[in-house]
Antibody
Framework: QVQLVQSGAELKKPGASMNVSCKAS????????IHWVRQAPGRGLEWMGW????????NYAQTFQGWVTMTRDMSMNTAYMEVTRLKSDDTAVYFC???????????????WGQGTLVTVSA | QSVLTQPPSVSGAPGQTVTISCTGS?????????VNWYQHLPGTAPKLLIY???NRPSGVPDRFSGSKSGSSASLAIAGLQADDEADYSC???????????FGGGTKLTVL
């Protein structure tokens, strides 16, 4: 079946970097944009950006420009997100999500990864 | 502070209909960008309920319906069931920010 499976929980110290992976299966990986969304404790969902697996093009939310990098490995059908210079308020569950559009960016998310809890604490 | 505004909570008895509002501005919903709705429990993967303002993905019951008017959108849930108890979030695109934006989420309690 169509699914996204993310890497496991991480505990990081302030100032460190984190890297979350998102492995796709059950569909053509190059055919759908992958978005990243996070949810901090007690907060709403927050969009971080997208990557087009077909050509590697990215688009980051203004809030995250300069400290988030999204990449993909076509041979592994896997998307990655690196966040640098972590702060305590980056503690959140990070989700990857597949865009509904087939070959284009529709900005609706029909398949989600299970989420990766990242805790930033000294 | 979310760009899209939702009530923090709504409630209803089993069998009733509840409506959740999502208020934006001329930069997002009012500019004609589509609204999507998600159902989720805190920290768990959201589920797409409504896309393109009123379309349901396959498998979503027709008890869930979406509408849009001006700079606002609404999600209606008819025939409330106990397992409808969850958080509901709206999402659109903001042309001024050039970002995808979410509402802050609404917690639905089934009494």
């Amino acid at each position: 079946q169509v699914q996204l499976v993310q890497s496991g929980a991480e505990l990081k110290k302030p100032g460190a970097s984190m890297n979350v992976s998102c492995k796709a299966s059950g569909y053509t990986f190059s055919g759908h944009y992958i978005h990243w969304v996070r949810q901090a404790p007690g907060r709403g969902l927050e969009w971080m950006g997208w990557i087009n697996p077909k050509n590697g093009a990215t688009n980051y939310a203004q809030t995250f420009q300069g400290w988030v990098t999204m990449t993909r490995d076509m041979s592994m059908n896997t998307a990655y997100m690196e966040v640098t210079r972590l702060k305590s308020d980056d503690t959140a569950v990070y989700f990857c999500a597949r865009d509904l559009g087939d070959g284009y960016n529709y900005d609706a998310f029909d398949i989600w990864g299970q989420g990766t809890l990242v805790t930033v604490s000294a | 502070q979310s760009v899209l505004t939702q009530p923090p909570s709504v409630s209803g008895a089993p069998g009733q209909t509840v409506t959740i509002s999502c208020t934006g501005s001329s930069a997002n919903i009012g500019a004609g960008y589509d609204v999507n709705w998600y159902q989720h429990l805190p920290g768990t993967a959201p589920k797409l309920l409504i896309y393109g303002n009123f379309n349901r993905p396959s498998g979503v019951p027709d008890r869930f319906s979406g509408s849009k008017s001006g700079s606002s959108a609404s999600l209606a849930i008819a025939g409330l069931q106990a397992d409808d108890e969850a958080d509901y979030s709206c999402q659109s695109y903001d042309g001024t920010l050039s970002d995808v934006v979410f509402g802050g989420g609404t917690k639905l309690t089934v009494l």
